[in-house]
């Protein structure tokens, strides 16, 4: 099963240059580095501590784990490869010289041992669900530890390892450790037979998020101290529309109230405001440093890196990828900062951390633009209501801390050996 895999993705190499050709239109770092998908890493070392973020978020998540590591082996590289520009921006952005960074190469056998070779890594460290047959038995054959790290598992994945079930135990074979999210997630990958000596559940990383210094009240100041604000934040196409018609709801009740809206991905800026237009809407983007004045409606923050400037200047958050079906974006991120959360009902991606703070009354879903406008007016009117969202949904977070420094042990029992 595996080298039918291999010849399939051999052939579709052509179109996946293509599509990064057709990705580079709107994202120019596409059509950068494409050596490094092929295994041609700029770096060499006798030897590294890889690890492995797949973009923006699992950067953002790993980011205290990973400076661990730097400050814990400060002799040995630490390479970090990412699979989108705009996480790999983030890597530099946030570790600058500490630690050094490149694409990872597609999982064929000749970029693979190409890349292995070049790098030498002393160990494999893999977040979230990324599962590679043929960099697994590359890393197996070479002796290099894999351990996969905040894994997260749904039902309709599990499903999809299951229809392949060979090429996925298989995969299973090469890693060394997997540390879970949740128990939910170790059982199915139980099911699907995974070792359970193997396995363990270390909860999830993201609710020991890092909090940089952020100068929020200067932002809160450029933007209105005395209107009220409120932040829809990594929002995906179709999604625009419905918040841009809440929006047009709330300001007949606040006719000051501004919305900063966050895209998923900054690129779509300019479609972004033609939609606003479209709706009677004033907007300033702050990639071109435009002045907020007190009419404006649409803060357009189309920037990347200060997300969570944004939700601390707000007084409710919206996350987005959950009104469509993206499965939802990290809500830790605003629960840190004890906001007011609103999501959309698919949070498929983000189950764990749903329930919880759903159980901590702690996230309002909604499901339309009439839903989103109530929630966000009832917390605009009632501020005993909207702290107390804020609050619980900080006190999920703390209550739920503790997953860091167990991944963090793992890897440096690995290290160790």
Known sequence: MRYLYTILFYIALPFLFIRLLWRSIRIPGYRKNWGERLGFCPHRFQECIWIHVVSVGETIAAQPLIKAVIQEYPDIPVLLTNMTPTGAARVKAIFGNSAFQTFIP????????????????????????????????????????????????SEKSAKGYQSILKVTQQMFQAISHLAAQAPQDAERFLRLGFPKDRLSVTGNIKFDLEIPALDAQAL?????????????????????????????????????????????????ASAIGAIAKNHGFSFVRRSLNETCLSNTDIYLADTLGELLLMYAAADVAFVGGSLVAVGGHNLMEPAVLAKSILSGPTLFNFYQVSQLLLDGEALLIVNNSGEIAEKVLRCFSEDTFSKKLGENAFQVVMQNRGALQKQFDLIKMFLNR
């Open 106 to 153: 597609y999982d064929l056998p000749d970029a693979n041992a190409r890349f292995l070779k070049r790098v030498r890594p002393k160990i494999a460290v893999i977040f979230e669900t990324e599962l590679w047959p043929n960099l697994f038995a590359a890393c197996k054959k070479r002796d290099i530890p894999v351990l996969i790290m905040n894994a997260r598992l």
């Open 220 to 268: 809160r100041e450029a933007l209105g101290v005395d209107r009220p604000v409120w932040i829809a934040a990594s929002t995906h196409p179709g999604e625009e529309e419905i918040i841009f018609r809440a929006h047009q709801l709330i300001k007949e009740k606040y006719p000051q109230a501004l919305l900063i809206l966050a895209p998923r991905h900054p690129d779509r």
